[in-house]
């Protein structure tokens, strides 16, 4: 079975860190670009980061860009995001997806992009 | 950035009603729309992929259509399970995607 399982959500301080991970199983993982995805509590979904399948590429929102950083270990079929300087409004659900792709009909080396496979998410809470 | 709108915010439908959800783009996005199911507590689940390509195991009552701008998800017959809340979101900025602000279909 395809499946994403996030951990290592909690309660920090502001200023604080923490480290989510998300395993990976039932499908290569090493062939997959992966996100970040989270929810605060009642609004909607706002994509936090993406890292390409070898690692060599990665995009941050402008929400989290130079406290966040996104990393994978192809070998232990894992994706992390190390959370510093945590503010209040990072206070969310973390979700992990997977992206997969399709070739556009006509256009050979542009790519729909979607993803498909999505964790449970991991709750992150910033207060004092 | 490009901005993703959607409307209604909320509707309430009867089961056996047909419901079409409405997501605009703030630029064309050609046919670069994902359509996403969530219920609560859960995580979003993939429906339509490229604006109108169902995800395997997707019920065919849903349906995805448009190109450029403005895009539609269509419930033919909704059902007690169709109670949720549905994004849309853009990929033809991958991979700095952002989603629609959801809409939410309850029970009337």
């Known amino acids: 079975e395809v499946q994403l399982v996030e951990s290592g959500g909690g309660l920090v301080q502001p200023g604080g860190s923490l480290r989510l991970s998300c395993a990976a199983s039932g499908f290569t993982f090493s062939s997959y670009e992966m996100n970040w995805v989270r929810q605060a509590p009642g609004k909607g979904l706002e994509w936090v980061s993406y890292?390409?399948?070898?690692?060599?590429?990665?995009y941050y929102a402008d929400s989290v860009k130079g406290r966040f950083t996104i990393s994978r270990d192809n070998a232990k079929n894992s994706l992390y995001l190390q959370m510093n300087s945590l503010r209040a409004e990072d206070t969310a659900v973390y979700y992990c997806?997977?992206?997969?792709?399709?070739?556009?009909?006509?256009?050979?080396?542009?790519?729909?992009?979607?993803?498909?496979?999505w964790g449970k998410g991991t709750t992150v809470t910033v207060s004092s | 950035d490009i901005q993703m709108t959607q409307s209604p915010s909320s509707l309430s439908a009867s089961v056996g009603d047909r419901v079409t959800i409405t997501c605009r783009a703030s630029q064309s996005i050609s046919s670069y729309l994902n359509w996403y199911q969530q219920k609560p507590g859960k995580a979003p689940k993939l429906l339509i992929y490229?604006?109108?390509s169902l995800q395997s195991g997707v019920p065919s009552r849903f349906s995805g259509s448009g190109s450029g701008t403005d895009f539609t998800l269509t419930i033919s017959s909704l059902q007690p399970e169709d109670f949720a809340t549905y994004y849309c979101?853009?990929?033809?900025?991958?991979?700095?995607?952002?989603f629609g602000p959801g809409t939410k279909v309850d029970i009337k």
């Open positions: 890292i390409s399948s070898s690692g060599s590429t990665i």
């Open positions: 997806a997977r992206d997969d792709i399709v070739v556009v009909p006509a256009a050979q080396d542009y790519y729909y992009y979607y993803m498909d496979v």
């Open positions: 490229a604006a109108s």
């Open positions: 979101q853009q990929s033809y900025s991958t991979p700095r995607i952002t």
